[in-house]
């Protein structure tokens, strides 16, 4: 694996850095800080500059001939992609170890994008059930109104998912670990199913992220991630990406081109400096997490904790499996409460801010019957497995010992 991409863009003429044979291939760090840049920038800047432009120049019309025949790498006009996204797209995908990657402006877009170029009518979908609900909502609200079928299973039911499979279906779906649940799925086992069947595979890896999860190592076909989360990291920008073969994501990108859910250049350039810091943020991510995680686990006052890190979660052997660490997202049940008490805790909290999102330095914490959930009925609460004494924590890089000591705090206030 070459560290600096070797794609022919017209500001990457320096040479690339070669494998040496037998050296191991560069880590996480290494690749976050320089994998796709030029190792010589306009300007000799350090940094990759902020591109403020929304059409590209052509010298005159032999020129843009040349680019067309010639299939050149080069800019056109915004809406197909820029300069700065280009660096971003190789650096993930090296951070994936996939082909392609491909940016979008949320992580949404980015899911409408593949779905709206992957399927025809009368195509179907299958989800596992535990998704995050507005990819749920624009499958079965949405993709409905296009002709296409969407089917969920219990999460984890291999053999409902492989029960549900027709001549019809295209791509089956699930995010691993799940939210809020954090349920873990066998990659290679459902990459599998997909195989036999010759059915495509996504996963939205959003929430294991590729220091977490290696998707693609595993077989699965497309790997997505809401880079307004971990990637990002700093709670500051939106931004999606899908990642796959180049044959796959061809057309994807082509569609992006006209659906116009392309990144704005100083967007871009937020989410490659969030990059840089991807490795030692996870790494604090996955600590806070873990020991926040055997804190509740540990308080008369919690009655369950979600956590893959945990023993006690029932996904916890897949996830030692496929998982180098479980990231910084905690649920858990507070004991005896109904909704007001356990608001009350949320309410109680000095450190974590109380937001939807997840992934940046800040940790947020949320009551899911309220944030998202407030508009579903109770059936439908049950059924995606949403109790109102449940309370999401997504911890960010603080340090372990205040945010256990504000959450013991928050426990213990009980009642004025
Ligand atoms: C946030 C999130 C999304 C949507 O991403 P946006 O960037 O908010 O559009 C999709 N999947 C998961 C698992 C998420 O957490």
């Known amino acids: ?109 980015a899911f409408v994008g593949l779905l709206m170029t992957k399927l025809n009518t009368g195509d179907e979908v299958i989800f596992f059930d535990e998704c995050y609900h507005r990819s749920r909502e624009f499958c079965k609200k949405h993709m409905s109104r296009f002709g296409v079928v969407t089917r969920q299973v219990p999460t984890g039911d291999y053999a409902a998912m492989e029960a549900a499979i027709t001549p019809q279906t295209k791509l089956l779906i699930s995010e691993s670990p799940t939210n809020p649940q954090l349920s873990c799925i066998d990659l290679e086992r459902f990459a599998d199913l997909g195989r036999r069947h010759g059915v495509e595979t996504l996963i939205d890896a959003t929430l294991a992220t590729p220091y977490n999860l290696r998707p693609i190592a595993a077989g699965v076909d497309y790997v997505l991630h809401s880079a307004t989360k971990y990637l990002g990291g700093h709670n500051d920008l939106l931004a999606g990406v899908v990642i796959g073969s180049k044959e796959n994501m061809d057309p994807v990108r082509n569609l992006r081109g006209i659906m116009g859910a392309v990144n704005g250049p100083q967007n871009v350039y937020l989410l490659l400096r969030g990059l840089k ?39 916890h052997e897949i996830a030692k499996q496929t998982m180098r660490g479980y990231g910084g997202l905690v649920t858990f049940l507070v004991k005896d409460a109904d909704w007001k008490a356990t608001a009350k805790v949320v309410d109680s909290v000095r450190i974590p801010r109380i937001a939807p999102s997840l992934g940046g330095v800040e940790s947020l914490i949320e009551q899911p019957l309220v944030m998202s959930y407030y508009e579903c009925t109770a ?15 997504a911890c960010g890089i603080e340090n372990a010992e205040d945010l256990i000591a504000d959450l013991s705090q928050a426990l213990d206030n009980k009642d004025d």
């Open 1 to 109: 694996m070459s560290l600096v991409d070797t794609a022919k863009s017209d500001n990457d003429r320096s040479p690339t850095r070669k494998d040496s044979s037998g050296d191991l291939p560069p880590g996480l760090s290494t690749l976050s800080v320089h994998a796709g840049e030029s190792r010589h920038k306009p300007g000799d800047s350090i940094t990759d500059p902020i591109f403020c432009a929304s059409t590209y120049t052509f010298a005159d019309t032999q020129s843009i001939i040349d680019y067309i025949e010639q299939d050149q790498t080069r800019e056109e006009y915004g809406r197909y992609g820029n300069p700065g996204e280009r660096v971003v797209e190789r650096k993930l995908a090296a951070l994936e170890g996939g082909e392609e990657a491909l940016l979008f402006s949320s992580g949404m877009a």
């Open 277 to 315: 810091t991807f490795e030692l943020r996870m790494q604090r991510h996955n600590e806070n997490g873990q020991r926040v995680a055997e804190f509740l686990e540990n308080h008369p006052r919690v009655e369950r904790v979600y956590y893959p890190g945990l023993p006690s979660h029932p996904y």
């Open 379 to 393: 059936e439908e609460r049950q059924q995606y497995g949403i109790p109102d004494n449940m309370i999401r924590l």
